[in-house]
């Protein structure tokens, strides 16, 4: 039974820094990529960063670019997302998720990723 828990959520003041982890387990990952997303209040699930699960490129929205690095410690199998300069647009529900094979194109669509976590909340008060 494949299972992505997330951890490390919080409140936060604006400008501050949150490190968001995300522990795997269930099954082999080799072949799959690891995703980020988030649900602000109110609002549609949104893409935030992606890597490989053997490393390489990494993928993030725009938004979070220069402020959020995503990377994988594969030892632990664990997820890492650290978040820098948080700002209030920032708050939202942090899911990971694992998508098999997902190419290079298809990153950041929530449909190409399988399995999810139950989500942490992020909160960054002006």
């Known amino acids: 039974q494949v299972q992505l828990v997330e951890s490390g959520g919080g409140l936060v003041q604006a400008g501050g820094s949150l490190r968001l982890s995300c522990a795997a387990s269930?099954?082999?990952?080799?072949?799959?990529?690891m995703g980020w997303f988030r649900q602000p209040p109110g609002k549609e699930r949104e893409f935030v960063a992606a890597?490989?699960?053997?490393?390489?490129?990494?993928f993030y929205a725009d938004s979070v670019k220069g402020r959020f690095s995503v990377s994988i410690d594969n030892a632990k199998n664990t997820v890492y997302l650290q978040m820098n300069v948080l700002k209030p647009e920032d708050t939202a529900v942090y899911y990971c998720?694992?998508?098999?094979?997902?190419?290079?194109?298809?990153?950041?669509?929530?449909?190409?990723?399988?399995?999810w976590g139950q989500g942490t909340q992020v909160t960054a008060s002006s």
């Open positions: 269930g099954r082999t990952f080799s072949d799959y990529t």
């Open positions: 890597i490989p699960w053997n490393g390489g490129s990494t």
């Open positions: 998720a694992a998508g098999f094979r997902v190419l290079g194109w298809n990153y950041a669509s929530s449909r190409v990723y399988r399995y």
